[in-house]
């Protein structure tokens, strides 16, 4: 009692005691966690205009609640940060350009949002948009009124974009002097004698190329060899898979369930005979009893089941058994419940529509009796010649079908609306007839029909068990703590374990080479506490364990020498092989220059700028241009192409013959154009400075 009445003195200083450390543990918490400073941060910026944290949280919870299929959070994330760049590098070319609109542009951006435009709250009775509707609805719901804000900012930046897009689309014309040249370089033609000599003809080991070298040449290229951030993770994969006992325990029990078994009752303390699979009296219950697939009572084709066993199960007597066999990761036994013949069932047909059927691709509109009358024309010539089935149903049916003939394909009772169902499957084939549905009229040829059976089949999955997985677990551990700060690779193969190549991560990433998206291991790799050489256990769903390692970090700035080395040592070779072939390359004359450099004169005859394929070396544009320019009789000087180092001596150059109209050859260099708008948000992100913090924010 002494001790509660001194706690009771003193309770205010202990609740201040304890606040106290309650508060200093919270705050240490965001200190080491770097909470306490990302919180106050934005989360990037585009120019210096800051994009903030909480702004963009609230865009990537609402992609991540569209329920968009295969959505994960960090492509939810990456969605929405492309889309901020965006609008943020747009918006100051909007600035600058005094791009503006106004309320009826605004109000026409909005209309295309079918959530607004197509919305039956906002429509007339002709189902139109209505502006007083629109308004007159959040008038009455002020606290809506969050939701117009942001569609109409929306929708803004969407009526810019319309208008700076028509100013790049009308910058990009083509006019009709392109097409002359167009016209011109695949008309125009030359003849020439030449000396080639190519790169092959000098040895790679003949000349090095260095790590400065490269360096120097992606320094002088630096935008095209610029490279992000990124970090080379080696693993190993400790697969978490069923063991030979895990088999063998399913096959037993699965075995096990084919004859009567006798089995101890708790409850009347005697033994009870069950039946087994081959003696039940209740065939599906007995399956869902004991099958981790539950009973289905479809008929299936025979090319629907696993292709080694489907001639068996196809013809098992009804009553009888087939197995055990596997099929996929499952070990199974099937009794046939019995065949139907024609099941399935393939059709064609033409589909003819009217206004007022569910039919949206209609080609013209027309009347239910004129669509009735067309059906009926179009019957009557299939049944005078089924042949014509084909065509007609191409050049006349409504459906999307009309591309492969009207043909529908297999298809089971009750997938087909009922009239088109019944005709179908009590007809037999070649059946030729026409019914009305909620679509419209259709002429219907049954084409073929299918047998099916009905299986009852017992399967149960080989998966391992908790000992495996236990041992597997146990395997992992040990490995991670056995390659702490040693040889990766040899206490891997110690281990008979096997080092996979190592995956290249940027910062944002999420798939990690095989083993698919795996953002905890791209987090870890770039954690600022992360060094070369750390080893971590990463625990994989349905997979197993991976066990990472850090290979290498390489900063934002040039490609690795190593990386680049495989795109530019080619390069760079040739660039020294053709100083050392023109070298050689001296004479008056082509035969003095072949001499010297021991190759002969060639001839090519009748090349184009668009067709500059020179006899045994391949596409040279740069030669054939030299060649049309040099005039001819006259040696060109060394030209360095694609394959080798040519001199060339033009002996014919053809013009084509002038034509009054480029329309043709101004269309091609239109279409060549036509996508380039979309180089827009590409290019001015090339030249943004860009703060990406979002790992910050441990997304």
């Known amino acids: 009692m002494a001790v509660l009445s001194k706690i009771r003195q003193r309770s205010v200083l202990l609740i201040l005691i304890i606040g106290f450390c309650l508060f200093a543990f919270i705050i240490g918490d965001l200190f080491q966690s770097g909470n306490f400073n990302t919180l106050s941060k934005d989360i990037g910026s585009v120019n210096g205009k800051d994009i903030t944290f909480e702004e963009f949280r609230m865009k990537v919870s609402n992609v991540e609640k569209s329920g968009q299929q295969g959505m994960t959070p960090t492509m939810a994330v990456n969605r929405v940060w492309d889309q901020e760049v965006a609008i943020a590098l ?75 897009n028509t100013l790049v689309k009308a910058g990009m014309y083509t006019t009709d002097t392109e097409g002359k040249l167009k016209y011109q370089m695949e008309a125009d033609k030359v003849s020439f004698d030449y000396v080639a000599v190519l790169y092959s003809t000098i040895k790679d080991s003949d000349v090095k190329v260095t790590d400065e070298e490269i360096v120097a040449y992606m320094k002088k290229n630096e935008k095209k060899y610029k490279a992000d951030a990124n970090r080379d993770v080696e693993y190993v994969l400790v697969e978490e898979k069923a063991s030979t006992e895990d088999e063998n325990e399913v096959k037993n029990t699965v075995n096990g369930l084919l004859n009567s078994r006798v089995v101890y009752n708790k409850e009347t303390g005697k033994n009870d005979t069950l039946p087994g699979f081959k003696g039940t009296a209740n065939t599906i219950a007995f399956v869902n009893d004991n099958s981790d697939i539950p009973y289905d009572s479809t008929y299936v084709d025979k090319k629907s089941l696993p292709a080694e066993h489907a001639e068996a199960l196809f013809n098992l007597p009804a009553g009888e058994i087939y197995g055990p066999y596997m099929r996929g990761p499952y070990y199974c036994i099937s009794k046939s419940m019995g065949r139907k013949a024609g099941a399935n069932a393939k059709a064609s047909h033409i589909l003819i529509s009217y206004e007022g059927t569910q039919v949206p691709n209609k080609k013209e509109k027309r009347t239910k009796e004129e669509a009735k009358a067309k059906a009926e024309s179009l019957l009557a010539q299939v049944k005078a010649n089924p042949g014509m089935f084909l065509m007609l149903a191409i050049t006349n049916s409504d459906d999307s079908s009309a591309q492969q003939g009207g043909d529908l394909g297999y298809f089971s009772q009750g997938q087909m609306v009922k009239p088109f169902n019944d005709f179908v499957f009590n007809n037999p084939i070649g059946s030729i007839g026409l019914v009305e549905t909620d679509f419209g009229f259709h002429v219907i040829n049954v084409t073929d029909k299918q047998d099916a059976v009905r299986l009852a089949t017992i399967a149960q999955k080989i998966e391992p068990s908790e000992a495996t997985t ?89 490609t690795p020498v190593e990386d680049a080395r495989p795109m530019l040592e080619m390069k760079l070779k040739n660039q020294k092989k053709a100083e050392l072939i023109k070298a050689k390359m001296k004479g008056a004359s082509l035969e003095a220059i072949a001499t010297a450099a021991g190759s002969t004169v060639q001839q090519a005859a009748d090349l184009t700028i668009d067709n500059a394929n020179i006899p045994n070396a391949g596409p040279e544009k740069k030669v054939v241009g030299t060649a049309f320019a040099v005039g001819a009789n006259k040696v060109s000087a060394p030209i360095e192409g694609n394959s080798g180092v040519f001199v060339v001596k033009p002996t014919a150059v053809t013009k084509a013959p002038a034509i009054t109209d480029y329309k043709d050859y101004t269309a091609k260099v239109k279409a060549q154009v036509n996508g380039y708008s979309g180089r827009v948000i590409p290019a001015l992100k090339a030249e943004a400075d860009i703060v990406d913090r979002r790992a910050e924010f441990q997304y």
């Open 90 to 164: 747009l918006t100051a070319e909007f600035e600058k350009l005094g791009i503006r609109v106004g309320e009826a542009q605004i109000l026409e951006a909005m209309k295309t949002n079918p959530n607004i435009g197509q919305n039956p709250m906002f429509q007339n009775e002709a189902g139109q948009f209505d502006l007083a509707k629109f308004k007159e609805y959040f008038k009455s719901n002020p606290e809506q009124a969050s939701f117009i804000k942001d569609a109409e900012k929306d929708a803004a930046l969407n009526a810019q974009y319309s208008i700076y």
């Open 470 to 558: 236990d041992k597997v677990y146990t395997k992992a551990v040990k490995f991670e703590m056995d390659a702490q700060g040693k040889d990766f690779a040899a206490t891997a193969k110690a281990q008979g374990l096997t080092v996979n190549p190592s995956v290249r991560v940027k910062q944002m990433d999420e798939m990690f080479g095989a083993v698919g998206q795996q953002r905890q291991i791209v987090r870890w790799a770039f954690d600022k506490e992360t060094n070369v050489g750390d080893v971590k256990r990463f625990e994989i769903a349905n997979m197993g364990h991976v066990i990472a390692r850090l290979k290498k970090v390489n900063e934002e700035g040039l």
